[in-house]
């Protein structure tokens, strides 16, 4: 079984910076993607960023791509998303996930209706002046 560990969320100002890590831990058999997803209040789950843990391939949804990064940190278990130029409307509670499915994009658009395996207690960003 998979344990996920989010850090990083905090509160920043318009067109700031912010940096979240996922620790992951336990058993990674069949772990095939890494994703982030996020929810904020009234709206619903979002599929923001999902990358391939066998060749780095990325899925990124519209409204962040050229602002956000998903990478693998150069700590062995760790995956970032590096989220530049924040907006307002980029305030939620950011959850770390990990998937079987076989792309990024399946992980990040099915994710969201069908689930994915292994989910983190997510970390709260908030986007405010």
């Known amino acids: 079984q998979v344990q996920l560990a989010e850090s990083g969320g905090g509160l920043v100002q318009p067109g700031g910076s912010l940096r979240l890590s996922c620790l992951v831990s336990?058993?990674?058999?069949?772990?095939?993607?890494v994703g982030w997803f996020r929810q904020a209040p009234g709206n619903e789950q979002e599929g923001v960023a999902c990358?391939?843990?066998?060749?780095?391939?990325?899925y990124y949804t519209n409204s962040v791509k050229g602002r956000f990064t998903i990478a693998r940190d150069n700590a062995e278990n760790t995956w970032y998303l590096q989220m530049n130029s924040l907006k307002p409307e980029d305030t939620a509670v950011y959850h770390c996930?990990?998937?079987?499915?076989?792309?990024?994009?399946?992980?990040?658009?099915?994710?969201?209706?069908?689930?994915?395996?292994?989910w983190g207690k997510g970390t709260p960003v908030t986007v405010s002046s």
């Open positions: 990358i391939s843990v066998l060749d780095g391939s990325t």
């Open positions: 996930a990990t998937d079987s499915r076989d792309t990024p994009q399946n992980m990040c658009v099915r994710g969201v209706a069908l689930g994915v395996d292994s």
């Open positions: 336990g058993s990674t058999v069949g772990m095939f993607q």
